[in-house]
């Protein structure tokens, strides 16, 4: 829980206080009972949650070291985390992508901007280039992974040419799934006392970037249409005979001949539609299920 960051547009280090990592025992011993009783899929959870440290009779247990005992569990079959900061994009939680099958390649990675003049304002405490490089070492360890982001448009200074600094990281990352908004200042942090960009030039920007984001969406999930993907079923959808879960990548896929006993199995589905947000597919036979 908390943060150390101290972003200067963020609430969130006066509100929920300093960093602090829960012992790794108790962690795993959470993550077992949550087993015995049918979790499939874990999702470790923090303000900030790759800078999880935990000092022990003189000894450092870092996240990485977290990701490697959870993935050693023989029943659990997916590993997520969210959020995460870059600077905490160290190069052992990188290798985790590589070594531990079970850790989903899919990564939530906050950017804020592409500007490094706003990222410095913001006080994000890495460049545009830094995070780049983070991305291009998670692609080279594991060439399927994809991203999604946070992204702050009209931040006060923010001018044209920092607006198409954003856009253009956008292009160059293809993020698949991103959330986005317009400056709003929070009570007493740093960036509350600057001058803001006008809300006509704010709201033209996310419109711009939303647009772009979208198509990116659009066109990533279009290119799952005849593929086949992993998915684990986790309900049968409200008033309706079709089923819900999601894939690796944590995308939504429905579909239409699953039945109640494969709920927290891990099945086979060949996609053939999709929308912005969701795949739409029919369950094939794997060779291997993962068994509820």
Known sequence: EGCDKFCNFCVVPYTRGPEYSRSPEEIIKE?????LN????????????????????E??????????????????????????????????????????????????????SGSNKILKSMNRKHS???????IHKLIKVKP????SSDFIVGYPGETEKDFYDTISLVKEVNFINSFSFVYNPRPGTPASNLERVDR???MRRLTELQNLLVDIQIKANKNEIGKLTEVLIENRMK???????????????????VREKDIGKIIGVKIQDCNRNTLFGTKVNMEREAAA
């Open 31 to 35: 993550a077992k009972d949550l087993i």
């Open 38 to 57: 049918g979790t499939k899929e874990l999702t470790l959870l923090g303000q900030n949650v790759n800078a999880y440290s935990y000092n022990e009779k």
């Open 59 to 112: 000894k450092t247990f870092k996240f990485s070291n977290l990701i490697m005992r959870l993935g050693k569990l023989k029943r659990l079959k997916r590993i997520r985390y969210t959020t995460s900061h870059p600077i905490d994009m160290t190069n052992d939680l990188i290798d985790c992508y590589k070594n531990v099958k079970k850790l989903m390649p899919f990564l939530h990675l906050p950017v804020q």
């Open 128 to 134: 545009r280039e830094e995070y780049l490089s983070i």
């Open 144 to 147: 399927d992974i994809k991203f």
């Open 200 to 202: 006509e030039t704010q």
């Open 239 to 257: 008033k309706q005979t079709k089923y819900f879960g999601r894939n690796e990548n944590l995308t939504p896929v429905v579909i239409n001949n």
